[in-house]
């Protein structure tokens, strides 16, 4: 009988000395540190967007019945 799962096989990363892997981990941590700090100046810039004015006609549905915003 065969089996309805297959399995999947992945890619392994290459095989390295020593010293390259510290070389790529040293880069790659160089990154890490360096993601909050990209995200934060992004979300710096999403506060100094503009402010649209809503829409006179928008009207949302509450408990006491539809009113405008």
């Known amino acids: 009988m065969e089996s309805k ?3 999947k096989q ?5 095989v390295v000395s020593e010293a390259e892997w ?3 981990r040293k880069d ?3 990154r890490e540190k360096e993601f909050p700090r990209q995200r934060d100046a992004l979300s ?4 100094q967007l503009p402010m649209g ?4 006609a ?3 549905r509450c408990l006491t019945g539809v009113r405008a915003i």
């Open 22 to 24: 510290l070389v790529a």
């Open 44 to 47: 710096a810039a999403r506060l």
């Open 28 to 30: 790659l941590l160089t």
């Open 58 to 60: 928008r009207r949302v």
């Open 5 to 7: 799962t297959k399995t």
């Open 10 to 14: 992945t890619d392994h990363p290459e």
């Open 53 to 56: 004015l809503g829409s006179p």
